[in-house]
């Protein structure tokens, strides 16, 4: 009887976009973030989920420099850029435009650019 072992050879890791390490904050006097660990490389999509309150939207202005933690740090590949749609989010309500539509404004300012 014959084994037959498959060699797998690991991939490369793919490149981190963004990273925050330790990252803590107060807020009223009640700490919303706790030592946070969070990467995101390219190819990824990372969805937070928790209760109202628990410090999604107040990680999310973090990473993206918005506000500054009170402790630990982000590092951001340099030249990224970052879109950001905050949660509430004021438009003209004559103006009409569906989810998919939303979500496809940047790749459609792109394709503009590129040609």
Not at 24 to 44: H, P, T
Request: aromatic share 2%.
């Amino acid at each position: 009887m014959t084994t037959m072992e498959t060699q797998i050879k690991p991939t490369a890791t793919p490149e981190r976009l963004i990273e925050a390490r330790g990252v803590s904050m107060q807020w009223g006097g009640r700490r919303i973030l706790d030592s946070v660990d969070l990467s995101v490389a390219r190819g990824e999509i990372v969805t937070l989920v928790g209760l109202n309150g628990s410090g999604k939207t107040t990680l999310v202005r973090i990473m993206v420099g918005l506000l500054k933690p009170d402790a630990g740090a982000v590092k951001r590949r340099p030249g990224l850029r970052i879109g950001f749609s905050p949660q509430h989010i004021e438009r003209d309500r004559t103006l009409p435009i569906t989810v998919e539509r939303f979500l496809t404004l940047g790749v459609d300012a792109s394709r503009a650019r590129l040609g």
